[in-house]
């Protein structure tokens, strides 16, 4: 009896109070975001999607980071293996998704599936982390992610139409530097990794930094962006069985 009135008390709760708190805490974020998601829609009417395509993309997909990349790397014939390729590039540019569903499973998995497995699709690098932020401080109500993610996921859906329009006129992104945007973005992303265990960190950063230039210069293609994800992975593996021993 005491383990189950455990797990209830346990169990994250539900408000609208938490929906208004993760909307404001959101919203610091919005304008990096806001200018990442111009800069993907402006790369989408450069690359000739039609109107309904990029709404699609950026409706369903809902993966900046990846989308970026799969549009820079899209073929200009595709064939099956280039499809593969494409997909092993996305899905690795989105693995850290696998590391944030799980971090999220200790405050989230008690909820029933139906409640929270759909909302996972609106997972985003920066509403993690402000989640995360708000768990790690003993919050406990769920609203605060929904509330966080719908704002940003209505941001974005805002900002990419804006760039899309835009992008139409716009023939040299790199002119406005648009094409630092998702560099800036990154970097932007790794300052609050930083805090506490930043030098233990810029091993691995670093590594998959070297590997990823020195792949890019050697090896045409985006294979450097694969190259550079596996050995900053296996790097900061090795280091931490080497300081558990």
């Known amino acids: 009896m005491t383990d189950d009135r455990s797990a209830v008390a346990d169990r994250p709760s ?6 208004r708190l993760g909307a404001a805490l959101m919203l610091p974020a919005l304008p990096g975001m806001m200018a990442f998601a111009i800069a993907i829609g402006a790369t989408e009417a450069r690359k000739g999607f039609a109107p309904i395509e990029a709404a699609l993309m950026n409706l369903v997909v809902y993966a900046g980071a990846s989308q970026m990349v799969a549009m820079e790397a899209w073929p200009q014939r595709v064939t099956p293996a280039s499809v593969w390729a494409l997909a092993f590039l996305v899905a690795t540019v989105n693995a850290r998704m696998l590391l944030f569903g799980a971090s999220l499973r200790p405050w989230l998995g008690s909820l029933p599936a139906w ?4 909302l996972l699709q609106l997972t985003t690098d920066p509403g993690w982390i402000i989640c995360m932020r708000y768990r790690a401080k003993g919050g406990n109500d769920a609203g605060v992610f929904v509330g966080g993610a ?15 329009l835009m992008g139409a006129l716009v023939a040299d992104p790199r002119k406005i530097a648009l094409d630092l945007v998702l560099p800036i973005f990154f970097a ?7 805090s506490g265990r930043g030098r233990r960190r810029a091993v691995g950063w670093g590594i998959a930094g070297a590997v990823a230039l020195a792949t890019e210069r050697l090896v045409p293609g985006w294979w ?6 596996l050995a900053g992975s296996f790097a900061e593996a090795f280091l931490d069985e080497a300081r558990d021993v």
């Open 150 to 164: 719908l704002v940003v996921w209505v941001a974005w859906l805002a900002a990419t139409t804006a760039g899309y």
């Open 115 to 118: 409640q929270i497995y759909p």
């Open 14 to 19: 539900w408000s609208l109070e938490g929906l």
């Open 224 to 229: 450097f962006v694969i190259a550079g994800a």
């Open 188 to 194: 932007a992303m790794l300052v609050p990794l930083w």
